[in-house]
């Protein structure tokens, strides 16, 4: 974004997207993910009317952690030759701040900060515990159907970490899911945190992707205006599209 503000362009503060790596037994989601590998839900929170959407499926994977410039979140994978018990998902909560707000990376970063101090890095959570507002422990963990494939988490509370309507819109989403895959609301479902998807700030656009220069187009996750390879991909034909059209 350096050269943006050389340049004098104007950008556009983008959502910030915090919450949880889910993790339960694969039966669970056989259904849906033997039929569509990542499958996309999106729900509104009916009490704040905040979005939530899954992201990143990974049948049969497992939990990882991630080193962010030395912040430790929480993050997805599924290997082709090694299979787990466990399907895990990400669970995220969109939110967009208004003026004066203008740093949604160290918004999420302060979140994912208390996650760390508190965790001493992931912290994990089973779904019964958090629902009876009490901690979950190693002994509690263990009591469980599922095992976590991340063993390095720390059993915790995501209560003292999440903002409550982050952590409301979480919980309503993990219900709505429920009626399409019997069992994720389950007590035993565990919740990883946290998770924090970190964007480039986004420059004004049109609906071609040009930036306020003429014929300086901007696309892809670096300029914000994506968040995955094929999104990225469409950007670009959707410039290429809008340079054409000027011919």
Aim: hydrophobic share 40%; glycine share 8%.
């Amino acid at each position: 974004m350096k050269e943006g503000k050389r340049l004098k362009l104007h950008s556009t503060v983008n959502p910030v997207d915090i919450g949880v790596r889910v993790e339960l037994p694969a039966e669970v989601m056989e259904e849906l993910t033997s039929t569509v590998f990542e499958a996309k839900f999106v729900y509104y929170s009916r009490t704040f009317e905040d979005r939530v959407r899954t992201f990143c499926m990974c049948p049969y994977g497992e939990v990882v952690m991630e080193n962010n410039d030395g912040l430790i979140t929480v993050n997805g994978h599924s290997h082709a030759e090694r299979k787990t018990p466990n399907t895990n998902f990400a669970l995220l909560v969109s939110k967009t701040f208004t003026q004066p707000f203008h740093e949604p990376i160290a918004y999420g970063r302060y979140i994912a900060g208390l996650a760390n101090l508190l965790g001493s890095g992931v912290i994990v959570q089973r779904l019964g515990d958090l629902q009876s507002g009490r901690r979950s422990t190693k002994e509690r963990i263990a009591k469980g159907l599922v095992r976590p494939t991340l063993e390095e988490a720390t059993p915790g509370d995501l209560s003292l970490v999440l903002p409550y309507r982050h952590l409301l819109a979480l919980m309503e989403m993990l219900k709505a899911l429920d009626q399409i895959a019997p069992g994720v609301n389950s007590r035993n479902t565990l919740l990883y945190g946290v998770e924090v998807k970190f964007y480039s700030s986004r420059l004004k656009l049109n609906a071609h992707l040009e930036t306020e220069i003429s014929n300086l187009y901007a696309v892809g996750d670096g300029a914000g205006v994506t968040r995955g390879l094929m999104q990225a991909s469409i950007s670009g034909m959707i410039a290429a599209k809008g340079i054409l059209g000027k011919k």
